[in-house]
Antibody, heavy 120, light 107 residues
Framework: EVQLVESGGGLVKPGGSLRLSCAAS????????MNWVRQAPGKGLEWVSSISSSSSYIYYADSVKGRFTISRDNAKNSLYLQMNSLRAEDTAVYYC?????????????WGQGTMVTVSS | DIQMTQSPSSVSASVGDRVTITCRASQGISSWLAWYQQKPGKAPKLLIY???SLQSGVPSRFSGSGSGTDFTLTISSLQPEDFATYYC?????????FGQGTKVEIK
């Protein structure tokens, strides 16, 4: 079964750090770009970051640039998001997603999400 | 950044109705557009990619059209399981951006 499973969310104080993980299974992880998308409570979807299959290309939303770092370990079929200097506005469900549909860049597989709450 | 504007923000419809949602990009994105369905507490689900290609396993009552700046998602005959929020997403360039969402509610 094709699956993405996020972990690492939780409650953190403003200014704190958190590292999210996304474990992939059921497909050739190393062949596809990976992405993080977040959704604040009651709000819409916000793209956060993308990383190419070999980590050669990395992109961030302006809202997280300089604070978040995306990375991947193809040997472990895992994606990561290191989040530093967290702010209240980073509170959201964080989803990892992959884009396996050739020529479309659409996110065809999503994880179940992990909640990050930034509060004192 | 490319802004994606969906309309309407919400729509009330009955089972069997035809529903159309539009998405407009602030600049041309060719066919780099996807549509997603999201139900409360669940992850989004890909419906349409490349503006008009139906994702595997998605019912044929869903269809997409458009290119450039104007796109539509059509549900030809609304079913009870289709009540959800729908998002468009442009994948033409980074930062990738989503529309604000359209909530399809029961009339």
């Amino acid at each position: 079964e094709v699956q993405l499973v996020e972990s690492g969310g939780g409650l953190v104080k403003p200014g704190g750090s958190l590292r999210l993980s996304c474990a992939a299974s059921g497909f050739t992880f190393s062949s596809y770009s990976m992405n993080w998308v977040r959704q604040a409570p009651g709000k819409g979807l916000e793209w956060v970051s993308s990383i190419s299959s070999s980590s050669s290309y990395i992109y961030y939303a302006d809202s997280v640039k300089g604070r978040f770092t995306i990375s991947r370990d193809n040997a472990k079929n895992s994606l990561y998001l290191q989040m530093n200097s967290l702010r209240a506005e980073d509170t959201a469900v964080y989803y990892c997603a992959t884009a396996r549909v050739r020529g479309s860049r659409a996110f065809d597989i999503w994880g179940q999400g992990t909640m990050v709450t930034v509060s004192s | 950044d490319i802004q994606m504007t969906q309309s309407p923000s919400s729509v009330s419809a009955s089972v069997g109705d035809r529903v159309t949602i539009t998405c407009r990009a602030s600049q041309g994105i060719s066919s780099w557009l996807a549509w997603y369905q999201q139900k409360p507490g669940k992850a989004p689900k890909l419906l349409i990619y490349a503006a008009s290609s139906l994702q595997s396993g998605v019912p044929s009552r869903f269809s997409g059209s458009g290119s450039g700046t104007d796109f539509t998602l059509t549900i030809s005959s609304l079913q009870p399981e289709d009540f959800a929020t729908y998002y468009c997403q442009q994948a033409n360039s980074f930062p990738q951006t989503f529309g604000q969402g359209t909530k399809v509610e029961i009339k």
